[in-house]
């Protein structure tokens, strides 16, 4: 079954170092890979996306990630954390449907704390 | 967000009742989806609808119903046959490139009490 792992829970950084997030898949075709952000009781927003070509994609706030098909991971990084990017991070993986449905399939989440 | 409303943000419900929670979109999007997230389990699929009057089941649909009269509207009832109703909700609707992009409200937080 497809599904996205992201093992860790919690991870906690020194504000200016730099960041890496891990993020596993499990789908049988191409996948369309996404990483979104929520800040505490807000909603997510749209960090970036993966769908073809390019493997090293680039998103906002300085963020990317890199899709290694060998490793089945899309993990996020940044080179200098700030302490603004405290928050959850989620890694997603598009799903078609038989029925031509569509939905995204998320991992558990990640919890990043920043230093000062 | 973006044209994505939910309401209320906070809400609190007696034990036994049903509440709805409103999410209303002015996208014109077709794709609706109401998501649950608890700490440390990421967002579950409750409900989605790709069109007016019909909508899917999702992971953990049980307990929950929903309705698609309009395009714009896609309430959640959490019914009293939700045993664990607390949780943090979220509304998307699907955009961008091929429609793959999610789009989130605010969300709802759901107290029992």
């Known amino acids: 079954a497809q599904s996205v792992t992201q093992p860790d829970i919690h991870i906690t950084v020194s504000e200016g170092a730099s960041l890496e997030l891990r993020c596993n898949y499990s789908y049988g075709a191409t996948p369309y890979l996404f990483w979104y952000v929520q800040s505490p009781g807000q909603g997510l927003q749209l960090l970036l996306k993966y769908f073809s070509g390019d493997t090293l994609v680039q998103g906002i706030k300085g963020f990317e990630a890199e899709f290694k098909r060998s490793q089945s991971s899309f993990n996020l990084r940044k080179p200098s954390v700030h302490w603004s990017d405290a928050a959850e991070y989620f890694c997603?993986?598009?799903?078609?449907?038989?029925?031509?449905?569509?939905?995204?399939?998320f991992g558990s989440g990640t919890r990043l704390l920043v230093r000062p | 967000d973006g044209g994505i409303t939910q309401s209320p943000k906070y809400l609190f419900r007696k034990e036994g009742q049903n509440v709805t929670l409103s999410c209303e979109q002015n996208?014109?999007?077709?794709?609706m989806y109401w998501y649950r997230q608890d700490p440390g389990q990421g967002l579950r699929l409750i409900y989605y609808s790709q069109i007016v009057n019909d909508f899917q089941k999702g992971d953990i649909a049980e307990g929950y119903s929903v309705s698609r009269e309009k395009k714009e509207s896609f309430p959640l009832t959490v019914t009293s046959a939700q045993k664990n109703p607390t949780a943090f909700y979220l509304c998307a609707i699907h955009g961008g490139s091929m429609n793959t992009e999610a789009f989130f409200g605010q969300g709802t937080r759901l107290t029992v009490v």
């Open positions: 997603a993986v598009f799903l078609w449907g038989v029925d031509s449905s569509y939905k995204l399939i």
């Open positions: 996208l014109n999007h077709d794709a």
